[in-house]
């Protein structure tokens, strides 16, 4: 093997790695950005195939295998000035009718050598090069050879004016690295024409002006890969925190709407004169409660209410006057005194504590509801018979303590009637246990008013 070619083999070694590596990126990576990975694979092997073919005509020892090896080689040129001119085009999204011009040229420019034409090498007319102690045989070129030059200067020429604009223009610093191998790339393309013609006799140094080729446009692709993946990362980060914002909105708009989901349930739920539970939402919460002192045996009791003489209200002093009496007796419900745990042990038990400055008489666990009308029904937690009859006595006192500054001589009374269950009784039956109470009630109004009347529960 001539000495020559041992530069030669290790420089198409190093393409065709890049050539293989970046073909694999490409179709891993490369291909969901852009097509100049490819470009790229295609453009190392031409060099590849060019270092090929020059090592065989530096071997070749006559003129029809020196011909071949020509031709291989600018077959190689062809391949890459088509790749060269796609990768630039396809880095700065350029594509206009000069472009397609090119390419098809540069597509005619790698099949040419193909065709046995005379006008490119003539067996009759050789150069027999001795170059630094080795010799190889080269078909001289002829007019056609020229014209290939030609329109391959032209082509990269055009390439470099692009970049160079988008470099200057455009701040694309990414492209510097390219053009200046581009550069490099021509001075060997001079120097190997002058080899070529005889002029000088020196190695060819084209294979070196590829391989500077290879190398600015291998720091190009992994500046802008580099930025391209900077670029995704923030549109991705971003994106993150839009998402985030987003959710954060739903989950926001979400609360909220469970917010007015109560709300509006409450709103259904609530008479709209008292605020307290109306009617259904009275029923409901029974049904539970008693479920619920079933399962964990707890007594409870259920107290039904009207105010006496409640009629008079309305046609002696209209109906207005009778609203404003059922929200007052409505307060009393809410706050009047009933001081004791949980577990019900009652505090204070005969002591009567001013309506103003007594604590709660219903837990916030009680369940306290207009009925209807004048009527008001109670749910008493954990509440035995002996715990009921102090409530039922502040409640009559409490409402009785109610003053009204239009008829301050006016005296409200309620009458009560009260079931209590124990935790030993069993009942399963909310509207018997409502029953038994409002006949207790009743049974009040027909002996006399202003008093109450308390159960025990007698299942049935």
């Known amino acids: 093997m001539s000495g020559l070619s041992i530069p030669v083999l290790v420089m198409a070694g190093i393409t065709a790695y890049v050539s293989i590596y970046h073909l694999i990126f490409h179709f891993i990576k490369g291909r969901q950005k852009e097509n100049s990975y490819l470009y790229f694979a295609m453009l190392a092997f031409g060099v590849t195939l060019y270092d090929i073919f020059s090592i065989v005509l530096y071997n070749s020892g006559d003129v029809i295998t020196s011909i071949f090896a020509q031709r291989g080689q600018y077959f190689s040129i062809g391949v890459i000035s088509l790749m060269t001119a796609l990768w630039i085009f396809d880095i700065l999204k350029h594509r206009s009718r000069l472009s397609d011009i090119l390419i098809v040229s540069y597509i005619v420019l790698a099949a040419l050598p193909l065709a046995p034409l005379p006008w490119m090498f003539s067996p009759a007319m050789y150069i027999d090069h001795h170059i630094l102690g080795y010799s190889f045989i080269e078909a001289t070129p002829q007019a056609l050879i020229f014209v290939f030059y030609a329109v391959y200067i032209i082509g990269i020429g055009t390439g470099v004016v692009l970049m160079t604009r988008a470099l200057f223009v455009d701040k694309k610093l990414t492209l510097l690295p390219t053009i200046l191998s581009i550069v490099v790339f021509f001075i060997t393309c001079a120097f190997d024409i002058g080899t070529g013609l005889g002029r000088t006799n020196l190695p060819y140094v084209l294979e070196y002006g590829f391989l500077a080729l290879i190398f600015g446009m291998t720091h190009t692709h992994f500046v802008r890969y580099r930025e391209l993946e900077k670029t995704q990362d923030a549109i991705q980060n971003k994106l993150e925190r839009q998402v985030q914002e987003r959710t954060s909105e739903i989950r926001l708009f979400v609360e909220k709407l469970k917010d007015q989901n109560k709300l509006l349930q409450e709103m259904v739920e609530r008479d709209g004169m008292t605020g307290l539970y109306n009617h259904a939402a009275f ?51 809410k706050i009047a005194s009933r001081d004791y745990d949980i577990k019900a042990h009652l505090k204070n038990a005969d002591t009567v504590i001013p309506l103003d400055l007594a604590p709660p008489a219903v837990r916030n666990y009680d369940i306290v509801a207009r009925y209807g009308g004048d009527e008001f029904a109670v749910i008493l937690l954990f509440c035995g018979d002996k715990e009921t009859h102090i409530v039922c006595d502040r409640l009559i006192r409490h409402v009785e303590e109610i003053r009204f500054d239009q008829h301050p001589e006016l005296r409200v009374h309620l009458s009560l009637g009260a079931v209590t269950l124990d935790e030993a009784t069993p009942c399963g039956d909310n509207n018997l246990l409502f029953k038994q109470a409002d006949e207790a009630l009743y049974e009040v109004k027909r002996k006399s008013s202003h008093d109450y009347l308390i159960v025990p529960f007698t299942p049935h």
């Open 283 to 333: 029923q409901s919460r029974l049904k539970a409660m008693l479920n619920a002192s079933r399962r964990h045996r707890f007594p409870i009791a259920v107290l039904v209410m009207d105010i006496d003489d409640f009629k008079n209200y309305n046609d002696t002093y209209g109906h207005a006057f009778g609203d404003t009496v059922i929200k007052a007796v409505a307060e009393v419900l």
